[in-house]
């Protein structure tokens, strides 16, 4: 189990700029990126041990960053500019010019559709993706003074309503086409939808269907409309009731728990919640996540903020031994508490867990390959 951080070394080496320190089994370098952006770069373990000695099997590198709400800003970057795409952390630092930045949530990782978030996706008002297995989300807003977050999960439903009465459940919004089901996909997903011919997709403009098309499969998405696309019994519906030049509306109703306190400016699926109030509660969303991802060792990232309002932004390299082992969920979750957090969430982790400052990767990618193309970022500006 990792050892407890020094909290009062670590704020007195804030103010200096840059400062190492070392102890028996730690090393730990601070650094400041810019006004209220800090870096600190802790490595725990016997490195000088061969993996697999009892006194060096366990090692970790671990990059912080503590970003002051008041001098910075945090805002979402979508790979490509688009849901359905798939980009690296340090390109869409690079072309957002932000400070540093993190990778975000869950996300389909092959096919046509790679890239597209796995749950929750918000921003502004719109709901962009649904949620996913009852996983938290996390909820931000920056109102210009100060930047506000909150984690909650998201029961939401959608319903297409046709000539302003038929009701029919829509299956999902933004994702794949699964069988049976009836998809709806906004000019944010794609220049298209990206389906197969196995089903029928019908265009709306200004609130009416205008053209239907059967057996065709990824059209174009209107930047002023939507496509409505549905296979097997959907599709038997969709034919029965959508005929061209039908009133529709799209019927959303969101329910946060506990009730977000702003209205936030995004919001993105991630989880498991790892703190609430100080307290160890990843263990409430088990259902959701699998035995291995939650007492496995894997790489991580993660966010949190303390009392005082500073998020801690981190990472947790692994699957490399002679590096970073990785932490298992509750590992992750002492050490967001022993970084002062009482509020956390898990991120996307595994080869997608990175951090980039000030243009360069300081975490170690565990893919081969290298750093991996992401759904989406969190980036960190001066304000």
């Not at 061969?50 to 800003?73: F, Y």
């Not at 867990?353 to 243009?359: E, F, I, K, L």
């Amino acid at each position: 189990m990792p050892r407890p951080i020094h909290l009062l070394a670590i704020l007195i080496f804030a103010f200096t700029g840059y400062a190492q320190t070392q102890s028996a089994n730690e090393s730990r370098r601070t650094e400041t990126i810019a006004p209220g952006i800090e870096r600190i770069e802790i490595n725990r373990g016997d490195f000088d041990a061969e993996p697999g000695e009892s006194a060096g099997k366990d090692r970790w590198t671990i990059n912080a960053l503590i970003v002051d709400p008041q001098r910075a800003r945090l805002r979402l970057a979508q790979a490509m500019d688009e849901i359905a795409g798939a980009e690296t952390v340090s390109s869409m630092a690079a072309r957002y010019g932000a400070v540093a930045a993190i990778n975000g949530g869950y996300f389909r990782t092959t096919g046509v559709a790679r890239g597209e978030p796995v749950g929750m996706l918000a921003i502004g008002a719109e709901v962009l993706s649904e949620p996913a297995r009852r996983r938290a989300t996390l909820a931000v807003n920056d109102d210009g003074k100060g930047l506000r977050l909150a984690i909650a999960q998201i029961e939401f439903k959608a319903e297409l309503i046709v000539a302003g009465k038929t009701a029919r459940e829509i299956n999902g919004l933004n994702r794949p086409r699964e069988n049976n089901e009836l998809i709806v996909f906004t000019p944010e997903f794609h220049r298209t939808t990206l389906t197969s011919p196995d089903g029928v997709e019908f265009v709306v403009l200004r609130g009416r269907v205008s053209s239907v098309i059967d057996g065709a499969g990824s059209q174009p998405i209107p930047r002023d409309g939507y496509v409505i696309s549905a296979s097997g019994k959907a599709r038997e519906w969709a034919l029965a009731n959508l005929a061209r030049g039908t009133r529709v509306r799209i019927k959303t109703e969101m329910t946060a728990n506990p009730a977000i306190p702003f209205k936030p400016d995004f919001i993105i699926g991630a989880g498991p919640q790892l703190l609430a109030s100080g307290r160890f509660v990843a263990e409430t969303e088990t259902a959701g996540f699998s035995e291995s991802f939650m007492r496995t060792r894997h790489p991580r990232t993660a966010i949190g903020w303390r009392e005082d309002g500073r998020l801690v932004l981190v990472t947790v390299d692994g699957r490399q031994p002679r590096k970073s082992v990785g932490m298992t969920i509750r590992e992750l979750a002492d050490l967001m508490l022993e970084l002062g957090c009482r509020e956390a969430i898990n991120l996307d982790g595994g080869g997608s867990t990175t951090m980039v400052v000030n243009n360069k990767i300081v975490n170690s990618p565990s893919d081969q390959t290298g750093e991996r193309a992401v759904s989406d970022a969190l980036l960190v500006f001066r304000r």
